[in-house]
């Protein structure tokens, strides 16, 4: 049980593009769901936390015109990287967790590599 | 920054060998918990540890807690090829929402035949 689906796995998209990225808990309801960067051979930012019916709460020095996330439902976020220009070239990865509160372990989708061009 | 340190940043060992990785960090926590990363790949969870705990076992892992020096390691017993991955630990900070975690620098492990 607890999977997070990520789609999609890997992105090309030229400079200027727009990209979606979508992030399903396939058996369990997420109320909240994180988004997370990584580059190469480093650890995880948090980048925002995705609120079912609210606006996202994003960390210090992301710019939320640029990385748009949507909590539809609760099953479903979607991160857009707006314009998107090479140095946002990164691996994007979610989670949630089954339910809320402390002691609760992240599940994590598979991650999306996107290369801007 | 709050990020948390690991050590070692890499560690090469023998299938059989007991592998050690350290976790520092600098807040005040509810739990710490280990995640395992395969490359190009999502983390998987291993094992939490409560703040008011001091060592948690879950098959051949072994996790110990140090409140005191903000201090954690993880220790996999009779290590094996498929256990070579990246290895972080993440905090939930005290007074936090839950779930809200910082991660540490990471620890590759590469397990050799």
């Known amino acids: 049980g607890a999977v997070v689906s990520q789609h999609p796995s890997w992105v090309i998209c030229k400079s200027g593009t727009s990209v979606k990225i979508e992030c399903r808990s396939l058996d369990f309801q997420a109320t909240t769901m994180f988004w997370y960067r990584q580059f190469p051979k480093q650890s995880l930012m948090l980048m925002a936390t995705?609120?079912?019916?609210?606006?996202?709460?994003?960390e210090q020095g992301v710019e939320k015109d640029k990385f748009l996330i949507n909590h539809a439902s609760l099953t479903l976020s979607t991160l857009t990287v707006t314009s998107a220009h090479p140095e946002d070239s990164s691996f994007y990865i979610c989670s949630a967790s089954v339910y809320r509160g402390r002691d609760s372990p992240l599940h994590f989708g598979n991650g999306t590599r996107l290369t801007v061009t | 920054s709050q990020q948390g340190e690991e050590d070692p940043q890499a560690l090469s060992i023998q299938e059989g060998e007991n592998a050690t990785m350290n976790c520092s960090y600098k807040?005040?926590?509810?739990?710490l918990q280990w995640y395992r990363q395969n490359s190009g790949r999502g983390l998987v969870h291993l094992i939490l540890i409560r703040s008011n705990e001091r060592e948690k076992h879950s098959g051949r892992l072994r996790v110990t807690l140090d409140t005191s020096k903000k201090s954690s390691s993880l220790l996999i017993t009779a290590s094996r090829a498929a256990d070579t991955a990246s290895y972080f630990c993440?905090?939930?900070?005290?007074?936090?929402?839950?779930?809200?975690?910082?991660f540490g620098t990471g620890t590759q492990l590469k397990v050799e035949l």
């Open positions: 995705s609120n079912e019916g609210s606006k996202a709460t994003y």
């Open positions: 807040t005040s926590i509810n739990n």
């Open positions: 993440a905090t939930d900070a005290a007074g936090g929402g839950g779930n809200k975690l910082t």
